[in-house]
């Protein structure tokens, strides 16, 4: 069983539409939980964290963790074109990330 | 305003051959990582320093060391290298709780031939 795993995609949604992107991980333990975007060639970018369970919102973006259950997911309200990417899960013990789920907005 | 920096940013070597990827960050961050991509397996961990002067290993070390020169300065060696290692390096740094990286750079494409 895979530490941290993400469904690969490609996740398609409309522009203007709710993208949701999943994270499940295998660790108890795990105390910090990290969304990166990266697209096509590029390095990643770090787009959020969350440490507590619930909701944190940044702009267009949420994170939403669940301890009990051991996921997190990043919702993108509003979807672009421009959030088109492959967006990576990682958490806690240091350096486990998921494989990543392709993300394609359609105008 | 550079960030992370890291040289070169493309290299061909070949089986058996040796080489220093450079990084550099000046945010002042502690600590400092070396990743590898590879298609379909995601970020791999290859070495951490959490502070000048310390490493520790990652997931996948073998067939590489690491130096913190520096609290800027982070270099990963290939001593001899291998096809099983062409992959996407890259540096990152950060100051977050938790210790995921919060910056990386553009990344080293290195293919062995």
């Known amino acids: 069983q895979k530490e941290v795993e993400q469904n690969s995609g490609p996740l398609s949604v409309p522009e203007g539409a709710i993208a949701s992107l999943n994270c499940t991980y295998s660790?108890?333990?795990?105390?910090?939980f990290f969304w990166y975007r990266q697209y096509s060639g590029k390095s990643p970018e770090l787009i959020m964290f969350?440490?507590?369970?619930g909701d944190k919102e940044d702009g267009r973006f949420t994170a939403q963790l669940n301890k009990a259950s051991q996921y997190v997911s990043l919702l993108i309200r509003d979807s672009q074109p421009s959030d088109s990417a492959t967006y990576l899960c990682a958490v806690t013990p240091l350096g486990r990330f998921g494989a990543g789920t392709r993300l394609t907005v359609k105008p | 305003n550079a960030g992370v920096t890291q040289t070169p940013k493309f290299q061909v070597l070949k089986t058996g051959q040796s080489m220093t990827l450079q990084c550099a960050q000046d945010m002042n961050h502690n600590s400092m990582y070396w990743y590898r991509q590879d298609p379909g397996m995601g970020l791999r961990l290859i070495y951490y320093?959490?502070?000048?002067?310390?490493?520790d290993k990652g997931e996948v070390p073998n067939g590489y060391n690491v130096s913190r020169l520096n609290k800027r300065e982070f270099s990963l060696r290939l001593e001899s290298a291998a096809p099983s290692q062409t992959s996407v390096y890259f540096c990152?740094?950060?100051?977050?709780?938790?210790?995921?990286?919060?910056?990386f750079g553009d990344g080293t494409r290195l293919s062995i031939l």
């Open positions: 660790d108890r333990g795990s105390q910090s």
């Open positions: 969350i440490y507590s369970n």
């Open positions: 990152a740094s950060s100051e977050l709780r938790g210790g995921q990286p919060q910056h």
């Open positions: 320093s959490a502070s000048e002067g310390t490493t």
